[in-house]
């Protein structure tokens, strides 16, 4: 039987990371995510797996002490909110740019600025359509639970080596704070150094005889080669887009009218369902578990047997945008958000429907 | 007397070691970040650790040291060499870890990372090179241009009410109880580049030794962006960068 723990998401974000054979742990305290620090310290992995945590001088120092640590082949990690991602935006382009894996947590709070302290989904521009400087992308994965959480850095991590590329958990502060069960995978042990040099060649292991110097960099005087690394990037997210789209449905086969939300707005979309289908409407919903690369396709296919869609964000409305990409007109997508740190119960999610679709 | 009787191993009196590659380096003539990495390729190659170091080169003219010196080299964003170095030392502790910094790099966007990083007291080696300008720039004032002195953004001299002061940010890395060994040297006449090597020697061993962090400083010349011919810019640092910053060790425990 496997272990099962009430825990905070944020929490179940520190046990993933140990249990997954992490090496690395940089980050600045900033709520709602504080616990993950707060968790690993507690925790002091450094006697067990020999997994390295420390408290960085900010969310700046603790992006590169990720990219750092990332050329050197090792699972490392940080996890910030907004405003602190904000400023590890230069970093994550570095990490693109200069294909590194990672894992980067963003337990979203309310913005612009320095916002509020509770929920939101206003970075989901910032985290999928770049946030930094350049044509580069990150592989985004959405969790809507404790356990999403755990799991996801596990995954995070597998994807953000399949491909070299960073991988971002976007959550946020409802699914960070939280408390639910979370069962516990087993552990897995950290990367020995014959297996980092054997997996991933490309990593500062020191030069021996037998292989030229390692470089990492992003920089390329030469515009012909750094178009050519734009190239080889477009490619890459190419075949992520093609390979690596997750997602669930909740009672689709026979939907008329469809929601798309993600992470905690999905969870409150599921329970508008119900409502809707209480009194009678078809309604089902879709929840994108990959952000980028986004379920387009999947959408889309869906676009014969609907009315109307209906996206849910705590946001002004941004993945909407996406939304409507997806299904280019061929049906009415309409937007129902709150933010600031405003969570919008289920009664207020199927009344907006109702509303808007004329119900 | 031909010439290859004159070419043999006994008559060999200096070699380029073959930790610095053969790759042309784009530095201007006179500038001495070439020296500098003679002499730490020349300590990687006494100390036959060659497997075991890994460099993280800056922002700024020194950004291509990954094309000369043989060793992995990671490059870093403006400033945030040490934070870079900091994990890769933490993660890979049989590894000797280095940061090759400018002064706008180190001293000005980098301020936080290289402070924190000694107060923490990384077992890494920090080079600071220290030309009072931004070379690769074009020649902008820098932290530690000296009052006075003209830059291009600075064309009527630096102004102390203007720009502020020049920063001795070494003599502030020696306030730190993480550090170990911080040094000032420079690399503009045979003995000062002897003295160098063994400043950059010590540096590279204590980082095994689990002392906290090293910091070399090495004043230097830009001879390009001050306008001046290399003869006449190592003159110009002689009188008036090294009374300022003064030669000499400021702490070693």
Redesign the interface.
């Known amino acids: 039987m496997a272990e099962k723990i009430l825990m905070k998401g944020n929490e179940a974000i520190a046990h993933g990371a140990i249990r997954c054979g992490a090496?690395?742990y940089?980050g600045y305290p900033i709520t709602p995510q504080s616990e993950v620090m707060e968790t690993l310290m507690e925790e002091k992995p450094w006697e067990t797996t020999g997994m390295?945590v420390?408290q960085?001088?900010?969310e700046?120092?603790?992006i590169?002490?990720?990219?750092?640590?990332a050329?050197?082949g090792?699972k490392?990690m940080t996890s910030s909110s907004s405003l602190g991602i904000s400023l590890m935006a230069?970093?994550l382009s570095?990490l693109a740019g200069?294909e590194l894996p990672c894992v980067v947590v963003n337990v979203m709070r309310g913005g612009p600025g320095l916002g509020t302290i509770q929920p939101g989904q206003a970075d989901y521009f910032q985290a999928v359509k770049g946030g930094g400087h350049g044509d580069y992308k990150m592989i985004v994965l959405a969790p809507a639970s404790a356990q999403d959480m755990y799991d996801f850095v596990g995954l995070g991590f597998d994807l953000a080596f399949k491909y070299r590329i960073p991988a971002m958990i976007l959550s946020d502060g409802v699914i960070g704070q939280m408390m639910e069960k979370v069962e516990l995978g087993e552990m897995k042990p950290r990367r020995t150094a014959e297996e980092i040099r054997e997996q991933c060649p490309w990593a500062?292991?020191?030069?021996?005889?037998d292989r030229n110097?390692?470089?990492?960099?992003?920089?390329a005087l030469d515009p012909n080669v750094q178009e050519r690394t734009n190239i080889r990037l477009q490619e890459k997210y190419k075949a992520i887009q093609e390979n690596e789209v997750r997602y669930t449905t909740y009672m689709v086969e026979d939907a008329e009218y469809l929601f798309v939300a993600y992470g905690s707005m999905s969870r409150i979309c599921e329970a508008a369902v119900d409502q809707a289908r209480e009194a009678g409407y078809k309604v089902g919903l879709l929840r994108p578990v990959t952000l980028f690369p986004y379920p387009e396709k999947q959408i889309c296919d869906l676009v014969p047997q609907l009315k109307g869609i209906l996206t849910v964000e705590m946001s002004a409305g941004q993945m909407v945008e996406d939304v409507r990409l997806a299904v280019n007109g061929k049906v009415p997508v309409e937007f129902f958000g709150r933010n600031g740190g405003i969570v919008p119960s289920p009664d207020e999610v199927y009344e907006a429907f109702v509303k808007l679709f004329n119900k | 007397m031909d010439v290859n009787d004159i070419i043999r191993p006994e008559n060999m009196v200096y070699a380029k070691t073959p930790i610095l590659t053969d790759t042309v380096m784009h530095y201007c003539p006179g500038c001495p970040h070439g020296t500098v990495h003679k002499v730490i390729a020349e300590v990687i190659e006494e100390m036959g650790i060659q497997d075991k170091t890994i460099g993280i080169s800056p922002v700024g003219c020194a950004v291509l040291a990954y094309n000369y010196i043989d060793i992995d080299w990671e490059q870093a964003a403006h400033g945030r060499a040490p934070a870079l170095a900091t994990a890769t030392k933490r993660l890979n502790p049989d590894k000797y870890v280095f940061t090759y910094q400018g002064d706008g790099d180190l001293a000005s966007i980098g301020t936080a990372e290289v402070m924190h990083a000694c107060n923490r007291g990384e077992n890494i080696v920090v080079i600071f090179i220290n030309n009072a300008i931004y070379g690769m720039t074009g020649g902008q004032m820098a932290p530690t241009t000296l009052l006075g002195q003209k830059t291009a953004t600075t064309p009527y001299g630096r102004d102390a009410k203007l720009n502020g002061y020049p920063l001795k940010i070494t003599e502030l890395i020696a306030q730190l109880e993480g550090t170990c060994y911080v040094t000032r040297q420079s690399a503009h006449n045979p003995a000062a580049v002897r003295k160098l090597k063994k400043a950059v020697r010590k540096a590279f061993e204590n980082s095994m030794m689990d002392k906290g962090t090293s910091f070399v400083e090495v004043v230097s010349t830009c001879n390009s962006g001050w306008k001046l011919s290399p003869v006449q810019a190592n003159k110009w640092m002689e009188e008036n960068m090294f009374p300022f910053y003064q030669l000499g060790d400021l702490k070693d425990r």
């Open positions: 090496d690395g940089f390295v420390l960085a001088e900010s700046t120092s603790s590169n002490m990720v990219y750092g640590g050329t050197t090792k490392v230069e970093g570095y200069a500062l292991t020191g030069k021996t005889s110097r390692n470089i990492i960099t992003s920089l």
